[in-house]
Structures are given as C-alpha cells and as structure tokens.
C-alpha cells in the first residue's frame, strides 16, 4: 500500500513522532512517503522511507534560540512586524497546501495520512482531495481550543472528509465522538508511540547538572516540553515552593517558550523566594541534548491544565524516569499509579508539591517507578502494533473505493 503521510511540521514533536510512525509502516511492507517542510530537522537520521520536503515553508522550531528581551518600543515595532509576517506566512500556507493538493492528485497514493491540522481553510482543500477519489485518513493529536487558539481542524465538517481517524486514547477518542458527528466506526483508538527515537538520537552520554549548577546529589523534578499557559507552569512553580518547605530540591523547566514568557516564571519564583533552586532553560534543545536534559531529572513533572496526550510524557517512559501528571484529557490512561507515577487533579499546586515530595524523597520508589516506566515503553507503546492497527484500518476504506 502507497501512503503519503503530510506532516508540515519541519521541527518539534509532530515530526518526530510521523517519522516513528513512518518507520514502522515501512517496517510493516507499506510504501511510505513523508512530505513535510523544507526545514526537516530529522534528515540526518536513517530513513527506511522517501522523504519529500517540497513544502516550501518556515522553520517552525529553532534548536537552540533562546527568546529575546525587548524594550516597550522594540516590542511594539516587533508587534507589528509579526502582523505583516503572519499575513506573508498566511499567503505561502495557502499557497503550499494549493501546491500539494496538486501534487497529490497527481501522484495519487491509495491513502494521503494527515498529521496536525491547525487551519480551517485546510478544509477546502481536503475537499478537493476527497473529490479527486483519494482515501484521506488523520492521526488527530489534538481537536480542542488551547491556549485561546485551534490546535485541530476549526471547520468540524472538514472531520468527514476522514475515512479513519486515529485518536490517542479511549478517552479522546470519547470525547471527540461527543465533539463531533462523525460515525463511530471511522474512529480508531491507537497509543501514542514510545520515543524511542529521542533515546538514541546523537545522545553524547552525561547530564546537564553542571551546566545548570546543580550539584550532582540534590534530586532534580523536570518540566520539559512546549512552555505553553495550558501546561500549568504558573502552578508548578507555586508547588514547588511548597516542595522545599520539606526537602533540598532543584527545579528545571526547559523547552521552547509558546505563548509564556520565560521571565515571568523566573519573576515568580523570585517572589515565592526560591529563584535558587529553579532553573528556566527557554530553548528548543537539539536531539543531542534531550538524553543530558533527561538523565539529569528524577521525575519529570507534567501539571498540564489541557491536554490529550504528550509526548514529554512517552520521552520520560523512554529513559526511565517516572511521571507526575495531572488528571487532563487522555493523560491519566498512560499512567498506571503507583507503578509509573502519579496522577493529581488539574491546578492543585498543594497536591502536586505532596507528590513530588512522595517521588523525591524516596529515591528507591522513584527508581522502581522508572524502570516500570522504562517497561511501558517497550511494551505498551510499540510502534509495531500502531503501524499494524493503522495499515489495516486504512486498508479498509481503500478497499471499498476499488470495489
């Protein structure tokens, strides 16, 4: 079976995760084709399938930036250069997805596999792919409002140009039944995928304690991931301060700055007194420093406000390292509490700090979680059994377009 599998994301977590998935359909005899943008962050990598970067688009993530400080008049005028920047953004967009569209029809693969769509006029074209005869399907991440802006298709007629729609999870896959009149038998649950990707991608061994002046005995809890408002960061600061009432601990917060400005996190914890012990590293990290970043944590720590599932969640299971998480979307049914991690209400900074402490303050129990974690990994997220689920469930409707 010929898949193209359109993943417009060039850098950052969707891309990783359409190349495992990509790997394991091409494991599984499929002939897969991933198109996504000119700026491929994972081309240096080995490739058991073709790639196509003819979406002419920008770099959506850049390895190691930090973001800039700017005055109230530099900040306006950038203000205003983001304005015109989204409008020429908008036209090339437009004009990318005209451009597959054509591309697609020409090649006509027996299934065109859609990633995140975040768009509503992605519609039209989907429309026109859907006409033209082609088995269109979606592993849809995401199908809610975050952080005040779509993060699925904000067209929900556009859902019915799907033949199948993979969804993370029962409970998404619950959720997006009750969000949207698309038959039932469409829809298809699937695991995340581990990130087995992340845990032998250029990894030079090490950790990044001394880097972040953390000495090597004092037991670390990790944010890592997108800074976006909806992953509850306001509220991990909060509880750990709480946290360091009852232990000596560090704190590291690292990933791209979304949507929350890395300066007021440090703002409040230098209000609740603990700026020493938090560190606020606001960079894309490159694959190679994801292992360091990782090994330097005891628990990774997720207080998401939203969200459906994580990716952050599956790189802590691949290195072993145990998890707290709060009880948002689909997030509880990756944790198994107790052997995992732990699982607290959505913006209870009290109850947080209580389970961070549980973690940190017994480092045999959190050791034994992480090996459980590093077990799930393996077992419970396989991406053989995703791969096979998704070729026979996009079979099916390419089947009945030939008959």
């Known amino acids: 079976m010929r898949i193209a599998v359109v993943e417009p994301d060039g850098g950052g977590g969707m891309i990783h995760y359409a190349y495992q998935l990509c790997t394991a359909l ?16 994972l081309a240096d990598l080995p490739h058991d399938f073709t790639v196509d970067t003819r979406m002419r688009l920008w770099a959506n993530v850049v390895p190691g930036r930090r973001p800039k400080n700017r005055g109230r008049i530099l900040g306006s005028l950038n203000a205003w250069g983001r304005s015109v920047r989204r409008a020429v953004r908008g036209a090339k967009l437009v004009w990318a997805w005209e451009r597959l569209t054509r591309h697609l029809i020409r ?46 298709i904000d067209t929900p007629s556009a859902y019915h140009t799907f033949s199948r729609i993979f969804l993370h999870g029962d409970a998404n896959l619950s959720s997006f039944l009750a969000a949207f009149a698309v038959p039932p038998e469409r829809c298809v649950a699937i695991p995340h995928g581990n990130e087995a990707l992340l845990a032998r ?6 950790d990044l304690r001394g880097g972040y002046g953390i000495p090597p005995e004092r037991p670390v809890a990790l944010f890592f991931g997108g800074l976006r408002p909806s992953k509850g960061l306001d509220d991990l600061i909060d509880a750990f301060a709480l946290v360091l009432a009852e232990l000596d601990a ?63 969640l599956q790189v802590a ?12 979307g689909g997030l509880p049914e990756a944790v198994e509490p107790g052997g995992t991690g732990l699982i607290v209400p959505v913006g209870s900074p009290e109850l947080l700090a209580r389970a961070v ?4 303050g017994d480092p045999a129990e959190a ?29 099916r409707p390419v089947e009945e377009a030939r008959g």
């Open 367 to 395: 050791e034994r979680m992480g090996a459980n974690a590093r077990l799930a990994s393996d077992r419970d997220y396989s991406w053989k059994p995703i791969a096979r689920t998704v070729l026979a469930e996009s079979r």
């Open 250 to 312: 560090s704190l590291v917060v690292a990933g791209a700055a979304q949507g929350v400005d890395p300066g007021a996190l440090v703002a409040r914890a230098e209000r609740l007194g603990i700026a020493g012990r938090v560190v606020v590293d606001p960079r894309y990290l490159p694959l190679g420093e994801v292992g360091p970043l990782l090994r330097t944590a005891n628990v990774v720590v997720l207080p998401y406000r939203s969200a459906s599932a994580s990716g952050a």
């Open 317 to 328: 299971y691949a290195f072993g390292k145990p998890v707290i998480v709060t009880d948002a």
């Open 357 to 360: 402490v549980k973690v940190l």
């Open 107 to 152: 090649i006509r693969p027996d299934v065109v596999q859609f990633g995140v769509v975040r768009f509503g006029f992605v519609a039209f074209f989907l429309r026109r792919l859907q006409r033209a005869g082609l088995v269109l399907t979606q592993v849809c991440h995401e199908f809610t409002e975050r952080d005040g802006e779509p993060t699925g």
């Open 201 to 206: 991608a250029g990894d030079p061994g090490g």
């Open 26 to 41: 091409a494991a599984e005899g499929a002939d897969v084709t991933l198109i996504t943008s000119r700026h491929y962050e």
